[in-house]
């Protein structure tokens, strides 16, 4: 079973900055999709971003475009979300999952395809 730890939230004030990291078990990160998803209290779960298992693929949520980026670090086995201008409809509890995709270009803001989920990071933004 592939383990997730995500790391870097926080609170910041508006307009700031974070950048999330999630730390995989796996010996190869190019074999698994890593999507980042968050939920807020009393929300539903919300695709955020997500890299493909080649890291040529990156699909954004609408809210996020501009001003999220993701990549990924296959010999740190680590997936980053940079994220800046930060909002405070952004405070969520942010996790990342894993699905395992083997060197392809897909990628998914489906939480349902995604198999392996990490705890989560707590992401507040707030004056």
């Known amino acids: 079973q592939l383990k997730l730890v995500e790391s870097g939230g926080g609170m910041v004030q508006p307009g700031g900055s974070l950048t999330l990291s999630c730390k995989a078990s796996?010996?190869?990160?190019?074999?698994?999709?890593i999507g980042w998803f968050r939920q807020a209290p009393g929300k539903a779960r919300e695709g955020v971003s997500c890299?493909?298992?080649?890291?040529?693929?990156?699909d954004y949520a609408d809210s996020v475009k501009g001003r999220f980026t993701i990549s990924k670090d296959n010999a740190k086995t680590t997936v980053y979300l940079q994220m800046k201008d930060l909002k405070a409809e952004d405070t969520a509890v942010y996790s990342c999952?894993?699905?395992?995709?083997?060197?392809?270009?897909?990628?998914?803001?489906?939480?349902?395809?995604?198999?392996?989920w990490g705890q989560g990071t707590q992401v507040t933004v707030s004056s």
């Open positions: 999952a894993a699905a395992f995709t083997f060197g392809t270009r897909w990628t998914s803001l489906s939480a349902s395809t995604f198999r392996s």
């Open positions: 796996a010996l190869n990160l190019d074999h698994y999709a």
């Open positions: 890299i493909s298992s080649s890291g040529s693929g990156t």
